[in-house]
């Protein structure tokens, strides 16, 4: 009998750790999405202090996958049979732009004082995915002093005319992006359903005057599956709308959080694309001999996971990239932007719902400069006390209060 309730014990603990779509979490498998996570961060980072006025955006990207080949060339050598890369490639995308810029080698396009600057990378082991993004805001002439940066980011320039009030609301909108990360990294745990998160990101953004960006999913994620069939949208946009859910013991998740000082509707420009992934559910006999060169080294470098057009070489390629997407083989990632002169900031992290903790994988800081004024009382209470640096574990300690609050929003 006490082998019978041993086993029950052993079945019930694994049937814990199961999450909704079937995988099971292991301490080995976390361990590879903590792997991951730390990767990306240090990608990010590596960027971050690259970033400065004059510098080439696609030598910052560039430099962004460099720090990414590096540390994963340095992981599980002795074993050849697991695969590890990109999940998304280091993209930079600035101001009013929200995502999916990563240039090729050949554009000149450089940062400008006053930037704000949104870097966004992802990286696998084993299929096991992580992201990480981070937002900046480079010193302006118009600040004066070494605490220029730390001014913008505070909101608090000051000073008549646009380029002042340009400041201040890039500050605003960092501060908020910042905010609601903190606040969904607290909210995401089991039992809490998904409307509540989008609830309360939306109340942060409008307490800072910003809104969430259309279209922008989160998504609970598996091996080698970057978007499972969880999902909700702080901005809406998406077709059919999503379904709320609960979120379950034993769950991964991509947060990614974007906010606009403007409409939040983006809208791609000139048809331009610099990210595509291929479409394993689409199978078609390219004609020219350059596209089927090219769709054969996609396969083999990028089977899964998404790829710029930086990495694939010269005209003659981006050609018979050309065809490939034209025949669906390839699905393009487009830019987007917001409206000239908006400003738009991104916070992005993986949590892992494990063993009674919410497991963070953003190594970078999350605390903001400030906390808006006009939130409810327990919200403004839980994002003035919270830790400069998040602990990579932490207990569901979030007060039934906080949730019902923001539920009731």
């Known amino acids: 009998r006490r082998m019978a309730l041993r086993e029950l014990g052993s079945r019930e603990g694994i049937l814990s750790d199961l999450a909704a779509d079937g995988e099971l979490l292991t301490p080995e498998i976390i361990?590879?999405?903590?792997?991951?996570?730390?990767?990306?961060?240090?990608?990010?980072?590596?960027?971050?202090?690259?970033?400065?006025?004059?510098a080439v955006i696609a030598e910052l990207c560039t430099a962004g996958d460099a720090r990414v080949e590096a540390r994963l060339a340095k992981i599980f050598v002795q074993d050849a049979t697991i695969e590890k890369g990109q999940a998304y490639p280091t993209?930079?995308?600035?101001?009013?732009?929200?995502?999916?810029?990563?240039?090729?080698?050949?554009?000149?396009?450089?940062?400008?004082?006053?930037?704000?600057?949104?870097?966004?990378?992802?990286?696998?082991?084993?299929?096991?995915?992580?992201?990480a993004a981070h937002t900046i805001t480079l010193p302006s002439p118009d600040v004066a002093g070494p605490a220029a940066a730390d001014a913008i980011s505070d909101g608090n320039s000051e000073g008549s005319g646009g380029v002042a009030s340009s400041g201040q609301r890039r500050g605003e909108v960092l501060a908020a992006v910042r905010d609601a990360a903190f606040l969904a990294s607290t909210l995401i745990r089991p039992g809490v359903n998904s409307e509540t998160v989008v609830k309360g990101i939306q109340r942060v953004a409008s307490a800072?005057?910003?809104?969430?960006?259309?279209?922008?999913?989160?998504?609970?994620?598996?091996?080698?599956?970057?978007?499972?069939?969880?999902?909700?949208?702080?901005?809406?946009?998406?077709?059919?709308?999503?379904?709320?859910?609960?979120?379950?013991?034993?769950e991964v998740y991509d947060v990614n959080i974007l906010l606009s000082t403007g409409k939040g509707v983006p809208k791609p420009v000139?048809?331009?694309?610099?990210?595509?992934?291929?479409?394993?559910?689409?199978?078609?006999?390219?004609?020219?001999?350059?596209?089927?060169?090219?769709?054969?080294?996609?396969?083999?470098?990028f089977p899964t996971m998404p790829f710029t057009t930086r990495q694939l070489g010269g005209t003659r390629?981006?050609?018979?990239?050309?065809?490939?997407?034209?025949?669906?083989?390839?699905?393009?990632?487009?830019?987007?932007?917001?409206?000239?002169?908006?400003?738009?900031?991104?916070?992005?992290?993986?949590v892992i719902l494990h063993n009674g903790k919410t497991i963070s994988l953003a190594e970078h800081d999350v605390a903001s400069p400030a906390t808006a004024a006009g939130l409810p009382e327990q919200l403004a209470?839980?994002?003035?006390?919270?830790?400069?640096?998040p602990a990579k574990a932490t207990k569901w300690t979030t007060k039934p209060e906080l949730i019902d609050e923001v539920a009731a929003l």
């Open 31 to 54: 361990e590879k999405y903590r792997l991951a996570g730390s990767i990306a961060a240090a990608a990010v980072a590596e960027v971050v202090s690259k970033c400065e006025a004059g």
């Open 381 to 389: 209470k839980t994002l003035a006390t919270k830790p400069t640096r």
């Open 270 to 301: 000139d048809g331009q694309s610099m990210v595509y992934r291929r479409d394993l559910g689409v199978q078609y006999s390219l004609r020219a001999k350059s596209s089927r060169q090219v769709y054969s080294d996609i396969s083999k470098r």
């Open 91 to 131: 993209t930079v995308s600035v101001n009013e732009c929200c995502y999916n810029n990563t240039p090729l080698a050949t554009d000149p396009a450089a940062l400008q004082p006053g930037d704000l600057v949104k870097i966004n990378v992802g990286v696998h082991v084993d299929g096991y995915i992580a992201y």
């Open 208 to 250: 800072y005057g910003c809104v969430s960006v259309e279209g922008v999913v989160c998504s609970s994620m598996k091996r080698f599956v970057p978007s499972g069939r969880k999902q909700f949208a702080a901005g809406g946009g998406v077709d059919p709308p999503l379904a709320p859910f609960d979120f379950v013991e034993g």
């Open 317 to 350: 390629e981006l050609l018979g990239l050309k065809e490939c997407a034209g025949r669906g083989l390839v699905v393009s990632y487009p830019v987007e932007h917001e409206a000239p002169g908006e400003s738009v900031a991104q916070y992005r992290f993986t």
